[in-house]
C-alpha cells in the first residue's frame, strides 16, 4: 500500500522562484530561508518519494474569475508551465500520476467531495518554486499530482473545509494498492496582501506554526474574513498548509521548520512534518 511519508509548507512569493533561477540563493537578504532547505534535502534522500502531492492556488494561469473551481485536482500524465506575464519561461514537463489521481478523485466522491478533474493543467509558479525548493536544479525526481484551491475568489472553502479535504485525500493516498512512498505538499502564504504591499503579521505566522503541528484544528476555527483582517487577502493561501497538515497523519513531528520575514512582501515560512516515531 501506498505510505504517506510527510508534508512540507512552504511560501511560494515569486521572488524565491527568480532568486532560484538567478543562482543568487547565497546573496539575497533572505538567505537563511534557502539555507533551511538543508535538512529538507538530506531528509528527501532519505525517506525517497515516488509522488509529491502540491496544494496551492493558481493564479490566473488555470483558472480566472469567469471560471474558478473549489477543489480542482490534476489528472494527467504530464504537466508543463507556461508564461504568468514576466515572459515565456524554459519549457519544463512534470511528470504525473494519473492513476493515483484517478484513485484520489474517485475516493474523494465516495467521502462526498466533489472536485474538478482536469486532464489538462498548466502547473504554476506555487507548484513549481515549492518543487524546486525541495530539488534544487530543476531536476524534481518524483511524479506530482497538482490540486487547487480556491483562495481568491467567494465563495471560498473555509479553513475546515480544506483540513478535511486533506484528510479524505490523506486516507485515499492511503488506501491506494501500489508500494510507494507520497510526499504532500502546502504552497502559500504565510501573512501577506498584493493591494498592501508589507502588511506582514509575523505574531499570527509563528502562532499558525506552532498550532499547525499539534492543534491544527485552532486554525480551522477562523473565518476566512478574520484571515484576510489579520494577514491580508492572500494570507487566505493559508489553506494549502491546512489541506497537507490533514493529509499527514495526525500525529506528527517537525524535521525542519524556519520563518523569515520578509521574503519580498510576504511572511515566508517553511516547516516540515513527518509522521511521529519515523524519524
Not at 509529491?52 to 494527467?76: C, E, R, S, W
Not at 490540486?147 to 493516498?173: D, E, F, M
Not at 494498492?177 to 503579521?201: A, T
Not at 498550532?211 to 477562523?222: F, M
Request: aromatic share 8%; glycine share 10%; proline share 8%.
Amino acid at each position: 500500500m501506498a505510505r504517506v511519508i510527510g508534508g512540507l509548507g512552504t511560501s511560494h512569493v515569486p521572488m524565491i522562484g527568480r532568486t532560484i533561477a538567478a543562482g543568487k540563493q547565497g546573496e539575497v537578504s533572505f538567505k537563511p530561508f534557502f539555507d533551511s532547505f538543508g535538512p529538507v534535502h538530506d531528509w528527501l534522500g532519505e525517506k525517497k518519494p515516488d509522488v509529491a502531492i502540491v496544494f496551492y492556488n493558481d493564479h490566473g494561469l488555470n483558472f480566472f474569475l469567469d471560471n474558478m473551481p473549489t477543489f480542482a485536482i490534476g489528472t494527467a500524465h504530464d504537466y508543463r508551465n507556461a508564461d504568468e506575464g514576466w515572459g515565456e519561461p524554459a519549457p519544463r514537463v512534470f511528470p504525473g500520476a494519473p492513476d493515483l489521481s484517478w484513485h484520489i478523485v474517485n475516493s474523494l466522491m465516495e467521502d462526498e467531495f466533489d472536485v474538478s478533474t482536469c486532464q489538462q493543467m498548466r502547473f504554476d509558479h506555487a507548484g513549481i518554486t515549492a518543487l524546486d525548493l525541495l530539488w534544487p536544479g530543476h531536476d524534481v525526481p518524483v511524479k506530482t499530482i497538482p490540486i487547487v484551491l480556491n483562495a481568491v475568489l467567494p465563495p471560498l472553502p473555509t479553513p475546515k473545509r480544506c483540513y478535511k479535504l486533506g484528510q479524505a485525500i490523506g486516507r485515499a493516498v492511503a488506501s491506494f494498492p501500489e508500494d510507494i512512498n507520497v510526499l504532500f505538499v502546502g504552497s502559500g502564504g504565510l501573512s501577506h496582501e498584493l493591494g498592501e504591499f508589507g502588511k506582514i503579521n509575523e505574531p499570527f505566522d509563528r502562532m499558525c506554526l506552532e498550532k499547525i503541528v499539534a492543534e491544527p484544528e485552532a486554525l480551522t476555527r477562523y473565518t476566512n474574513d478574520e484571515i484576510v483582517d489579520v494577514a491580508g487577502a492572500q494570507g487566505l493561501e493559508l489553506m494549502t498548509w491546512l489541506a497537507m497538515r490533514g493529509a499527514v497523519p495526525e500525529a506528527a513531528q517537525v524535521v525542519a521548520s524556519i520563518y523569515h520575514a520578509p521574503i519580498s512582501h510576504t511572511g515566508g515560512a517553511m516547516m516540515l512534518l513527518e509522521p511521529r516515531g519515523e524519524g
